[in-house]
């Protein structure tokens, strides 16, 4: 009895210490993952920063000639000339591109829109990055935080809407000294003495979306088939996010044609599609090939993973269009008032799909998820006439 009992307590010792021993582990790992989580917010901390440094030095200097000096930003690509006093402004939800320049005659002006509409209209994604002076600057920032190389991304940012077919260098000429001739130059006064702006607007073709959805048609068929994603939600997040901008920009920051958050989806991506810890650049996320991707893993994770045990498909399909904006938390809020998405997920299930829907309508947080989610579940039935 005495040896049963000896028996008894080493084995109570012995689970206990396993217990002990597992929850020293679980501290450890939690631990580590805090302090990863910790040295990738201050890595990406002294990238923004960098970043922002560069964005405030270019645009002070831009300050110099410039009245506005504009940059990028969701929906508008700005760029300039090496001597910053000619710039392109293309609006992708106006179809407007704006060339001004600042020079001392209009024979002198003429010329220098003339090469700067050029620019605009010719350029590819891939192209861009490498002539225009801040994403030069951007992309050696970028560099520091980069674990792969990014994709070469030769995409069309304007060609395909303006021209029918890829345009020849002499295309672009003629269109180019056509449209100069048919617009009127606008004339006002410039910072810099005996100089003046010069400004002319060009309305590019109506309903261009499908148009501009073409270019990035076979990465997002890819993509949707990798990740099981459907095509026309794809092409509908895009549009919302950036109208097909692949230079968007917001002040989160948020990056590229399908808005990628570095810090926080850029992370969960990242570790998903590469299995190692790290967080995509600015640069690495401005090619349409390397966002696309990112995008669409991040709607995987989200449908098949986050929001996983919402049983019925569409209504997991709106929770992760509004969570694509929002984050899985908010939608958990607006069924229970809590972020537990498990919580939550009985009441949905609950509900029918219109239910869901008008449920997130009323009681999301904020009221850009909610403008978000009815954008996306409108656009998407015209890509899906279009691309199915």
Known sequence: MKILKTLFLSTLLVIST???????????????????????????????????????????ELGKFWKDPKLSSKKEWVSYSEDKKSRSEVDFEKNEIVIETIAPSKEIAQKQLQKRLNYAVSKSTEEVIKTDPLQKKV???????????????????????????????????????????KSKIEVK??????????????????????????????????NAKRFEIPVPLIFAIIQTESDFNPFAKSHIPAFGLMQVVPTSAGRDIYKFLYKKKG??????????????????????????????????????????????????????????????????????????????????QANLRFDEP??????????MPAYSAAYN
């Open 279 to 360: 967080m995509p650049s600015a640069t690495y996320l401005y090619s349409g090939k390397n966002n696309i991707e990112m995008g669409s893993t991040y709607l995987h994770i989200l449908y098949y993973r986050y929001l996983k045990k919402i049983k019925n498909p569409q209504s997991r399909l709106y929770c992760s269009i509004a969570a694509y904006n929002t984050g899985a938390g908010n939608i958990a809020w607006a069924f229970t008032r809590k972020y537990n998405v498990n919580k939550a997920v009985g009441k949905i299930n609950a509900m029918t799909p219109e239910e869901v829907y008008n449920h997130l």
């Open 139 to 181: 992309a050696e920032i970028s560099k520091k935080i980069d674990k792969f190389k990014t994709k070469k991304d030769d995409k069309p940012i304007l060609s395909n809407i303006v021209f029918d077919k890829k345009p020849t260098k002499k295309d672009v000429k003629k269109y180019v000294s056509k449209t100069l001739e």
């Open 189 to 222: 006064k410039s910072k810099l003495k005996d100089e003046k702006v010069y400004r002319i607007r060009v309305a590019l073709p109506k309903n261009s979306t499908l148009k501009k959805s073409k270019a990035y048609e076979a990465d997002v068929r890819k």
């Open 18 to 60: 396993q217990a002990l021993t597992m929850e020293e582990e679980m501290a450890q790992m939690q631990a580590e993952f805090s302090s990863y989580k910790m040295t990738q917010e201050n890595e990406f901390d002294k990238y923004k920063k960098e970043l922002d440094e560069e964005y405030k030095a270019y645009k002070g």
């Open 370 to 379: 909610k403008h978000y989610l009815k954008r996306v579940r409108k656009r």
